[in-house]
Nanobody
Framework: QVQLVESGGGSVQAGGSLRLACSASPDTYRFYCMGWFRQAPGKEREGVASISVGGSTSLAESVKGRFTISKDNAKNILYMQMDSLKPEDTAIYYC????????????????????WGQGTQVTVSS
């Protein structure tokens, strides 16, 4: 049974940094694509970043240059390093994954991802 568990959220001031982690069980190797998504109060869930089984990454324009997605297959952990945080980054952050190579690896389509974690809150104050 697939399980994704996020950690690393918290409260920081604008300009600060956080590193989110998503522990995957039984392992990360089974997923063709893993991604980070976020949902702010009153807004729809949006994709932030994705990483393919081969390590190719994609990031939303709003976070390019500030966020980095990576994974450690030996530890079965997906990461997202978030620097230069802004108040508009405040949201619940979720990791998600899918195994279907035919769908590609695209954070823009959350419905492609059937496996989700429970989320971790990130709050950025000005």
């Amino acid at each position: 049974q697939v399980q994704l568990v996020e950690s690393g959220g918290g409260s920081v001031q604008a300009g600060g940094s956080l590193r989110l982690a998503c522990s995957a069980s039984p392992d990360t190797y089974r997923f063709y694509c893993m991604g980070w998504f976020r949902q702010a109060p009153g807004k729809e869930r949006e994709g932030v970043a994705s990483i393919s089984v081969g390590g190719s990454t994609s990031l939303a324009e709003s976070v390019k240059g500030r966020f980095t997605i990576s994974k450690d297959n030996a530890k079965n952990i997906l990461y997202m390093q978030m620097d230069s945080l802004k108040p508009e980054d405040t949201a619940i952050y979720y990791c998600a994954a899918h195994t279907e190579y035919r769908l590609g690896c695209n954070y823009r389509v959350p419905t492609y991802f059937p496996s989700w974690g429970q989320g971790t809150q990130v709050t950025v104050s000005s």
